[in-house]
T-cell receptor, first 114, second 117 residues
Framework: KAGVTQTPRYLIKTRGQQVTLSCSPI?????VSWYQQTPGQGLQFLFE???????NKGNFPGRFSGRQFSNSRSEMNVSTLELGDSALYLC?????????????FGPGTRLTVL | AQTVTQSQPEMSVQEAETVTLSCTYD???????LFWYKQPPSRQMILVIR??????QNATENRFSVNFQKAAKSFSLKISDSQLGDAAMYFC??????????????FGKGTKLSVIP
């Protein structure tokens, strides 16, 4: 079974631009969560989607948004990029229903904002 | 809000020796999960071991075991017979078992483990 895939793996953008990152979950998984990883703040939860609905959102500004498609693939978008948005963005997928759900992580997208 | 604290930013261990990584957490919930994740350099985060709060028995996975002290809100990871491949960042994480926010992992800052040949 294929794991969680994220595209692109690396991205370089300039301040003020916007960016879209993609995450394809493990087949059969309906939940996708996004995390931002930086040296200073560590791993922080962005949001979680289940069956195309956002169930949970972390404490990030409105510039960070996401969506999930009917095939469970998810995208996150960051508008008006700032230098501080440089980070490794991880997505994780799980079955999403019930209490016992292991999250499987993708390799991440390394975003650099210049 | 839940918090997870890893007080050891870096640790080292001799190959074949045993090392223990510490983690404390704070929550008002009684039903939750605790995890240790491993993130090797430039590689994917993988789950090492998990513990369900309502289970008193400490979880064990091969060379990895935990010491779960619910009253003390402590969750340490013991790695026995350390191998070179164990070198990585280790993250302690918490997740509520039910209700709002139950699909959100809260992570500690991580402990960088080096294994000395």
């Amino acid at each position: 079974k294929a794991g969680v895939t994220q595209t692109p793996r690396y991205l370089i953008k300039t301040r003020g631009q916007q960016v879209t990152l993609s995450c394809s979950p493990i087949s059969g998984h309906r939940s996708v969560s996004w995390y931002q990883q930086t040296p200073g703040q560590g791993l922080q939860f962005l949001f979680e989607y289940f069956s195309e609905t956002q169930r949970n959102k972390g404490n990030f500004p409105g510039r960070f948004s996401g969506r999930q498609f009917s095939n469970s693939r998810s995208e996150m978008n960051v508008s008006t990029l700032e230098l501080g948005d440089s980070a490794l963005y991880l997505c994780a997928s799980s079955l999403g229903g019930g209490r016992d759900n292991e999250q499987f992580f993708g390799p991440g997208t390394r975003l650099t904002v210049l | 809000a839940q918090t997870v604290t890893q007080s050891q930013p870096e640790m080292s261990v001799q190959e074949a020796e045993t090392v223990t990584l510490s983690c404390t957490y704070d929550t008002s919930e009684s039903d939750y999960y605790l995890f240790w994740y491993k993130q090797p350099p430039s590689r994917q985060m993988i789950l090492v071991i998990r513990q369900e709060a309502y289970k008193q028995q400490n979880a064990t996975e091969n060379r990895f075991s935990v010491n779960f002290q619910k009253a003390a809100k402590s969750f340490s990871l013991k790695i026995s017979d350390s191998q070179l491949g164990d070198a990585a960042m280790y993250f302690c994480a918490y997740r509520k078992a039910r209700g709002a926010g139950s699909y959100q992992l809260t992570f500690g800052k991580g402990t960088k483990l080096s294994v000395i040949p």
